[in-house]
């Protein structure tokens, strides 16, 4: 089993910056990607961004140039930089992982808890 712990969630003014951390721990032998998906109150959940083994990322038009996704493959962890935050920001952020474990090789989807980012105008 494989448990996704979310840091870094809260409260912050237009234009301010969070950092979003993701932490998976248990039986990993190797997590394929990682990333980050928000879901506003009457929407449907999307990706924010992902990023692959190799350094490849991925980003929702919508945040292009204002966020930034990391990770760090010794620390299965992944980051969320958050720059320039906007009001339409604000939504339950989830992290999201493709993880081969020690049985077949198959990779399995795994989700963190969510963290709240609210951004006031």
């Known amino acids: 089993q494989v448990q996704l712990v979310e840091y870094g969630g809260g409260l912050v003014q237009t234009g301010g910056s969070l950092r979003l951390s993701c932490a998976a721990s248990g039986s990993i032998f190797s997590i394929n990607a990682m990333g980050w998906y928000r879901q506003a109150p009457g929407n449907q959940r999307e990706l924010v961004a992902n990023i692959f083994s190799g350094g490849n990322t991925n980003y929702a038009d919508s945040v292009k140039g204002r966020f930034t996704i990391s990770r760090d493959n010794a620390k299965n962890t992944a980051y969320l930089q958050m720059n320039s935050l906007k009001p339409e920001d604000t939504a339950v952020y989830y992290c999201?992982?493709?993880?081969?474990?020690?049985?077949?090789?198959?990779?399995?989807?795994?989700w963190g808890q969510g963290t709240q980012v609210t951004v006031s105008s």
């Open positions: 999201n992982a493709h993880v081969l474990g020690a049985g077949p090789p198959i990779p399995r989807e795994y």
